[in-house]
């Protein structure tokens, strides 16, 4: 009986902690993510305007941190579902975009600001997402989120918060984050 009851408590410590990761469709009304968090001003590092219009041509999702690719898929997904760029990629499809489109001569590397700045220079102008998640211990989170304009490696938004991982990731880190991006987007989309 014992077992059981240890068992039980801790499956759902287990399934209480982990993240859900699941792509949430937005809000209609509000035009935003479920949470019941809001950033606080000091949370927002860097927020800068520009034309969107002339940077939506893609939006490169780089990876940044260690051990992203649990969260890749889930980032991805929800700034696809956000919307503001024409198209997305990681890193591996801008690879093969580059050589697919003859660019290998012009762009050596797109890990690096050099080489996004010489494919921006091939290409158009685009914006860089970087993020980063780290595990801070016990039940505590961070989220980095950084958007930054490779022609002149300017940080235009920065956001790092942090919060408490108790029934999942998505409403307490993730979400506020995305829901100031969205707020960042919808400035910048007239601008000029």
Not at 27 to 42: C, H, I, M, V
Not at 57 to 74: D, I
Not at 108 to 120: A, E, K, P, Q, R
Request: aromatic share 10%; hydrophobic share 35%.
């Amino acid at each position: 009986m014992k077992k059981s009851l240890l068992a039980i408590a801790i499956a759902i410590l287990l399934t209480s902690c982990s993240p859900t990761l699941k792509v949430k469709q937005l809000d209609a009304k509000t035009g935003k993510l479920p949470t019941e968090t809001t950033l606080t001003q000091s949370e927002i590092l860097v927020k800068k305007n520009i034309n969107l219009k002339e940077y939506n041509q893609f939006l490169f999702v780089k990876k940044s941190g260690l051990n992203m690719e649990k969260y890749e898929t889930y980032i991805l997904g929800t700034l696809k579902n956000i919307g503001g760029f024409q198209k997305y990629y990681i890193q591996s499809e801008l690879e093969q975009y580059v050589i697919q489109n003859g660019l290998t001569d012009k762009v050596t590397s797109i890990s690096d600001n050099i080489g996004l700045l010489n494919l921006s220079k091939n290409v158009g102008k685009f914006l860089i997402c970087e993020s980063n998640v780290e595990y801070k211990g016990g039940y505590d989170f961070s989220f980095e989120y950084k958007v930054i304009n490779p022609t002149n490696a300017e940080i235009l938004l920065h956001i790092k918060h942090n919060a408490f991982n108790w029934g999942g990731l998505d409403r307490p880190l993730f979400n506020p984050v995305f829901n100031e991006y969205i707020d960042w987007l919808k400035e910048n989309q007239n601008q000029q």
